[in-house]
Structure formats: structure tokens, C-alpha cells
């Protein structure tokens, strides 16, 4: 087989919950798997193995790990890579900070996150995280298109069992605000790469008196290749945002702010920072100055604020000023009342593509500091993709909430592959030093854009890759063949971007013959087709850009299934391999919480059964190993055996919990493989394997639930003890020796 370093499968090490729910489910794969000979290996793409990874040179022997990331990141460009991806941290600048914390408790010797670099060794330390910070891990991985959306059993068992729905009501105020002019949307250009412009592009700042500042260069762009540049007017953003502080509170509305500042790095963390300023204009006004020489960021969010400020000089009086501004503005939207945590503590607590789903299948509810649901103003500043959540709202408020057990399903198609679009856009963003002008400039010197900025403005460039667009109409002309259903590109003619990326695909569905099974429709028009479609129970594929790919494989999953940790999502390597992620979801931090305090585990690993059973399917396929392809199906049957038994987790202590729900799991995949009849080989030794699981029940299960209620010890949050992880995680002595 091809190098995948010995390995026939590799599953991620990632964080939180996920991470958790593998020290209990990797070994029922690795047992299995052996059985058809295939190896499950792993590599650490974790918040706190990236760091480790990033300081070898500080670290002991015993401390050091590779950088397993880069390694991963070349496997998936080899034709036989099979990887399954489960979702792992993307780090705000609290959460890394944390975690540098608590690594250096546990004896590692890790310089701190410099907020300020001064000297040389800071300079280099903040380079190496800030290469860990944010999204540095999905679009390394992503070398391909997705595909994502809920496996057949999946979407019935959801309309067998729907789940609750809030309601909405016709006099819900609930609202999205964003911006009219000055946002990247307005200010887009967009272009197709000639052959003669292809090549290393650079990126330069003019300043007014003629000084030129190159930002970057050696920005590669092959021929054919979309490339758009834009910018956030920091002035435009300003006066928004203060608008919309003054505008909530006369309406009565809760003040949120739904960014990604994970996925956006640079930018969004910014747009963060202005919104925390707006929202204490008062207090910035007064202390701005103060604040900043004790080296608060607003960036970091107010959580990090109040702690830097209590240690400051004449902090106590500044810490009243916030409190009495916090009272005199509308009420925030909270991520949790009972602890205090607002929308402005943390900038990856509230991430857009899960904070806006859940709002709205609450029936348009946030919750306020009173712990109580109440009507919000959702802002989105960018008005790029903030007509999806707009439109699903008007929609919901005429026709009340989408009925689970009725309603058909929205798959997508999304371009991914080689970080397109916005989501690969990092390395070309900047926040502008002064007034003057930013400029694209080709190889071979064509000004591609030029904007006219000022200081603060957020400006970036993105690209879109020729191979990686006629791949992703590919997929979807494949994938609406298969379904014969409604099928629509999410592309707005208005917009440069996706005027170019039309260019592209009306062409190929033209060459294909297949232009009468395609619309092509803005985002706003494309969310009411598609909710129409799905509430006569319909099927419509939404093929988008990156950006909507994310958002709309959360949001319509968590209409229509409750949660997107179900979906099955599918990345076809453009080079060959497979990628399977799990889900479409996060890492729920929110689920660890609960463990330690309560032992319980409520992650539901369905999206990793998914992946898994896909995985060996594509394992089967691509290496002729039959047996792995048996092994794929009987884990399709499984699946299916843990939703029609039930045994999926649930919320509360005592309940089946991700523990109890893998125990199932093996249950129903030895049976399954007991029973069938293609390998009589691997029937006869999965045979006893499912008498023994079958037979022992009631005493794993009261093995499983044994330290359910109390709270458990993990020893870390961000690098968790492996044996007590184990510990916590295998509680059953019984099903461990069956499986081992
Ligand atoms: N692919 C990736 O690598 C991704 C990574 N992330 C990262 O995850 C972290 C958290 O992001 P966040 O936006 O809060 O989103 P999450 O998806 O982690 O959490 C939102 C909520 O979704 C529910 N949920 C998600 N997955 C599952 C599951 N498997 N089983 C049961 N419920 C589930 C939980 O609801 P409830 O609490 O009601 O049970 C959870 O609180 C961030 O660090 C983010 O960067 C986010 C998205 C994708
Ligand atoms: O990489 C990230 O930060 C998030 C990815 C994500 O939300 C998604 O792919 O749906
Ligand atoms: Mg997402």
C-alpha cells in the first residue's frame, strides 16, 4: 500500500470531547479492524501536540513529539491516504494561552504567549504560535472537495424521532444586522488569472507619501486561478457597530455578535476587538490609553480584560466603569448566565455556523443574563453570507418552525480543496498601519486590485484554484446524477467573486449537457428555495463556496436533525485518497464540562461511526482488501442497530451516555459480522465475540455506570493524563477483555 507511514487508516488525536470519546472507541476499531488486517494508526493534531510539537529544542527527550500535522498534511496528497479527521480545537488566543498554561504546570518548558513581542526570541515564539493559532488545521488536511449530508438511516430515524423545536411566534423581534456599505462584500474585486499573469503575485501597501511596504510575496497563483481582494472599513465598521449598540437597546433586543473568528483568524478576532470597544465606548474612551499600556487586547475578549484590569493600577475603578456601562446597555447575549460568560468574553465562544443554528431552531431565542430566552439582535457585520441567517428568519416567523418529522434534507456540495476562497486567506490579510493604498500586483506587474485604505482597515486577499472549482462541479454534477433532485449553485451574479466562479461552472454543466438540472441562485433566494423544498419533504443539494459550506452544514442539520454531529462528511482527495471527517460539528467544550463534573458523557459518536464505516468501505475499494470492505458494511448495519435500539447518548447523568453507546456499537458490528455470509472467516471469529458481548450486558453496563454522577479526573483539560483518560473512559474490566 502507499505511505501512510505503516499505517492502512489513521484517525486523528484531536481535543475535548472527541478526544475523549476515541480513548474508549479507538480500541473497539483497532480490535476489529485486526481482524481483516488493516492498522489504525494515529496522529496528534491536537491544540497542546501542536504546541509541543512547535519547541522541540526546549523540550526533554521524553516531552518531545513530531509535528504529525505536517506529516498528515503531506499524506493527503498521496493517492492512497485514508484518513479520518475528528474535529479538534481551532485556538482563539484565551484557549492557547490556557493551554500553554497548563502545559508548562505539567513541566514543560514553553516560552509564554508573547501578547507584545519585544526582543528577538518573542518575535520567533508569537511566529511559531501564531501558526497554531486559529484554523491552522483543516485546511492543511482539506485537499479536496465535500460532500456532506445525513446518511439515509440518519434522516429517517430523525423523522421517526424528531426533535424539539422552539416555536415562533409572529411577533418575535428577533433580528440580523449587517452592514450596508464599507464590509468586504461591498468592497470585492474579483478576478481570473490570465497565463501570462500567472506566477508570484505580491501584495504592497502605498503609503500617502509614496512610501511602498511590500506585505507579502511569492504569493503563488497558477493560471486560471479566481483571485479576489477586499477590505472591512475600520471607519464603516465603527459607526455600525455603535449604531447597533444604541439600535438593540431601543428595541429591547439582546446585543450579540456572530463571528468565526476561529476559521478568520486575522480578521474576525479584529472585527471582535471593535465590537468589545463599541459596546464599552465609555470606558475605552476613559482608559483606552491605560488599558493599552498594561498590553490589554480587546482582541481577546472581555473575559481576558477583566482579569488583566483587576491587576492593573487603579484597576477597581475601571472594573466599576465596565459594570455600570454593562448596565446601561442592552442586555448581552449570553454563552452562560450562570457563570457570567458573555458574547464578548471569549472571541471563539460564539462561532456563526453553530451560534446562529441554535438561535434559530430555539424559535429565535437567545439566552440574556437572566438566564432567560428573549429576542435578539443577531449582528453579522460582514453582509456577505448574513442573508442566509436574515432570510431563514423571515421565513421561519411566516411559516413557523420546519417540522423534523416531515421535513426532506439540504446536502452540500462545498469547495474546499486547496484552501479556497475566504477560509485560505490568512496568509493575506492584514490590518492596514496607515492610510494609503494596498495593491495586488501579477507576476508579470498587472495591478490585478488596488483599494484605497485607511489605518485599521482589515484588507485580504483570497484564491480560488482552477483544478480545485472544476473538481467541486464535478462532485456536484456526480452527486445530483445520483439523487435526481433539486439541485442549486448558491452563487450570486451581483457579486465579483461568484461572477467568476459562474464563469467556471455554467460552462462545465454546459460541456456535461446537464444545464437544465442546475440553478443557479444568491444565497437569499437559494435559503427560501431550499426551506420550501425541504418542508414538502424534497431533497435539494446546495453546492457553495467554502464559507457556506460551513454555515449551511451546520444549519440545516441542526433544523433537521437536531445537532450536526450526525452528518456523514466526505472529502474526495484530489489526488486520490479519502478524508472522513466526523460530523460537521466542534469539539463541545461543553461536554467536558459535564464529565468532570458528573462522569457523564453526552458526545454522541454517530459521525464517527459514519466516517468509520466509509473509511473501510474506501479501504476495501481502493486496496482490494475485502474483508475491510465487509467490515465497512457491517459497521453501516451497526449504526443502524444503535439508532433503532436507542442507544445513542443522551443529555443527563444515569442516561446512555458515549461509553454506554460504544459498548452497543461493537455489539450490534460483532453481530453483524457474525451474521454475514460473504467471509465465513471473519463470521466464525467474530462469532464468539458478539456471545460474549451479548452475554455479558447487564454486567458492562453496570461496570460503565458505576462512577456515573460523581466527578471525574482527567488530569488536564488541553493534555489530559493518558491513563487516567483511559481510566475514565474504559471503566468496564469486562468489555475490555472481550475486546482485547
Ligand atoms: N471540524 C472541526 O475541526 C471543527 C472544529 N470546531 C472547534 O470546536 C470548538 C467548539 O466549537 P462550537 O462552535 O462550540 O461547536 P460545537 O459543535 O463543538 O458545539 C456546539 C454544540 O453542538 C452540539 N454537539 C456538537 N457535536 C456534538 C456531538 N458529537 N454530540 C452531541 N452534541 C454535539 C453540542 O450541543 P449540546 O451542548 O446541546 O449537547 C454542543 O454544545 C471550537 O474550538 C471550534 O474551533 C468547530 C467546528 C468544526
Ligand atoms: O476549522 C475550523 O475552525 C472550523 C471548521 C468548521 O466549522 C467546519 O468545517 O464546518
Ligand atoms: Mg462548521
Known amino acids: 500500500m502507499t505511505d501512510q507511514t505503516a499505517s492502512d487508516i489513521i484517525v486523528t488525536k484531536v481535543d475535548e470531547a472527541p478526544q475523549l470519546a476515541s480513548a474508549s472507541l479507538l480500541p473497539v476499531i483497532r480490535s476489529f479492524a485486526a481482524a481483516a488486517g488493516v492498522s489504525v494508526g494515529t496522529r496528534d493534531i491536537s491544540l497542546a501536540g501542536r504546541i509541543i510539537a512547535a519547541f522541540p529544542e526546549r523540550l526533554t527527550e521524553a516531552q518531545r513529539q513530531p509535528d504529525d500535522l505536517a506529516d498528515l498534511g503531506r499524506l493527503v496528497t498521496l493517492p492512497g491516504a485514508n484518513v479520518i479527521k475528528l474535529p479538534n480545537i481551532s485556538a482563539s488566543v484565551p484557549q492557547l494561552v490556557a493551554a500553554v498554561r497548563e502545559l508548562q504546570a505539567q513541566g514543560y518548558d514553553l516560552p509564554d504567549y508573547p501578547e507584545a513581542p519585544a526582543t528577538p526570541e518573542e518575535v520567533e515564539s508569537r511566529r ?21 449530508r445525513a446518511a439515509v438511516a440518519v434522516k429517517n430515524y430523525a423523522k421517526a424521532n424528531p426533535h424539539s423545536m422552539g416555536r415562533w411566534s409572529a411577533d418575535c423581534k428577533t433580528r440580523v444586522s449587517t452592514m450596508a456599505q464599507g464590509d468586504f462584500r461591498s468592497n470585492e474585486r474579483s478576478v481570473t488569472l490570465t497565463a501570462a499573469q500567472a506566477g508570484k503575485a505580491r501584495i504592497e501597501h502605498v503609503g500617502l507619501d509614496g512610501t511602498v511596504r511590500v506585505l507579502k510575496q511569492g504569493v503563488d497563483y497558477p493560471a486560471g486561478t479566481v483571485v479576489d481582494a477586499t477590505f472591512m472599513s475600520a471607519r464603516a465598521l465603527r459607526a455600525f457597530l455603535a449604531e447597533q449598540v444604541d439600535a438593540t437597546q431601543a428595541a429591547g433586543l439582546l446585543f450579540s455578535i456572530h463571528l ?21 465606548a465609555p470606558v475605552f474612551d476613559r482608559h483606552g490609553a491605560a488599558m493599552q499600556a498594561a498590553g490589554i487586547d480587546a482582541n481577546s475578549g472581555l473575559g481576558v480584560m477583566l482579569e488583566r484590569i483587576a491587576d492593573m493600577a487603579g484597576g477597581a475603578a475601571i472594573l466599576a466603569e465596565i459594570e455600570a456601562t454593562l448596565k446601561a446597555r442592552a442586555p448581552l447575549y449570553m454563552v452562560n448566565s450562570d457563570r457570567g460568560i458573555t458574547n464578548l468574553h471569549v472571541p471563539s465562544d460564539v462561532i456563526v455556523d453553530a451560534s446562529m443554528p441554535a438561535l434559530i431552531r430555539a424559535g429565535g431565542k437567545g439566552w440574556g443574563p437572566d438566564g432567560k430566552a428573549a429576542d435578539t439582535n443577531c449582528i453579522i457585520p460582514d453582509s456577505s453570507y448574513a442573508a442566509v441567517y436574515d432570510e431563514t428568519i423571515a421565513y421561519f416567523k411566516e411559516t413557523g418552525a420546519l417540522d423534523p418529522a416531515t421535513a426532506g434534507t439540504v446536502q452540500n456540495i462545498g469547495l474546499m480543496a486547496q484552501k479556497a476562497e475566504e477560509y485560505g486567506s490568512h496568509p493575506t490579510t492584514f490590518e492596514i498601519a496607515s492610510d494609503g493604498v494596498v495593491r495586488l500586483i501579477a507576476a508579470n506587474g498587472d495591478v490585478l486590485h488596488e483599494h484605497a485604505v485607511e489605518a485599521g482597515d482589515i484588507w485580504r486577499a483570497a484564491s480560488t484554484r482552477k483544478a480545485a472549482i472544476e473538481d467541486w462541479v464535478r462532485l456536484a454534477i456526480d452527486r445530483q446524477r445520483a ?54 419533504g424534497g431533497t435539494s443539494i446546495a453546492i457553495t463556496g467554502n464559507v457556506l459550506r460551513d454555515y449551511l452544514t451546520d444549519l440545516f442539520p441542526i433544523l433537521e436533525l437536531g445537532t450536526s454531529a450526525k452528518m456523514l462528511s466526505i472529502v474526495k482527495l484530489m489526488n486520490g485518497g479519502g478524508l472522513f471527517e466526523t460530523g460537521a460539528g466542534g469539539s463541545a467544550p461543553k461536554h467536558v464540562q459535564q464529565l468532570v463534573e458528573e462522569n457523564h458523557l453526552r458526545w454522541d459518536s454517530l459521525g464517527e461511526f459514519c466516517a468509520l464505516g466509509e473509511s473501510l468501505k474506501f479501504l476495501g475499494e481502493t486496496t482490494g482488501n475485502d474483508k475491510a470492505r465487509i467490515l465497512g458494511a457491517a459497521v453501516d448495519v451497526a449504526t443502524q442497530g444503535v439508532l433503532d435500539h436507542d442507544r445513542s447518548p443522551q443529555g443527563k447523568a444515569g442516561q446512555t451516555d458515549n461509553r454506554d453507546s460504544h459498548f452497543y456499537f461493537a455489539l450490534y458490528w460483532a453481530q453483524a459480522l457474525a451474521t454475514q455470509t460473504e467471509s465465513p472467516e471473519l463470521a466464525a471469529r467474530f462469532a464468539p465475540v458478539a456471545e460474549a458481548l451479548a452475554a455479558n450486558e447487564a454486567v458492562i453496563c453496570a461496570e460503565l455506570a458505576a462512577g456515573q454522577g460523581s466527578p471525574a479526573d482527567l488530569g488536564g483539560y488541553y493534555h489530559t493524563d493518558a491513563a487516567k483518560t483511559v481510566a475514565v473512559m474504559r471503566p468496564s474490566a469486562t468489555f475490555n477483555r472481550i475486546i482485547g
Open 128 to 148: 511559531r504560535y501564531d501558526a497554531i493559532k486559529g484554523s491552522a488545521v483543516n485546511p492543511v488536511l482539506r485537499e479536496g472537495n465535500s460532500d456532506r
Open 260 to 280: 468565526k473568528a476561529t476559521m478568520m483568524k486575522v480578521s474576525d478576532p479584529i472585527i471582535f476587538g471593535h465590537a468589545v470597544k463599541a459596546f464599552l
Open 483 to 536: 439523487e435526481g433532485c433539486e439541485a442549486i449553485f448558491w452563487l450570486d451574479r451581483d457579486r465579483p467573486h461568484d461572477a467568476e466562479l459562474i464563469g467556471y461552472v455554467e460552462p462545465i454543466l454546459a460541456a456535461a449537457g446537464v444545464t437544465d438540472r442546475f440553478a443557479v441562485l444568491a444565497p437569499r433566494a437559494a435559503t427560501r428555495r431550499s426551506f420550501e423544498t425541504i418542508r414538502k
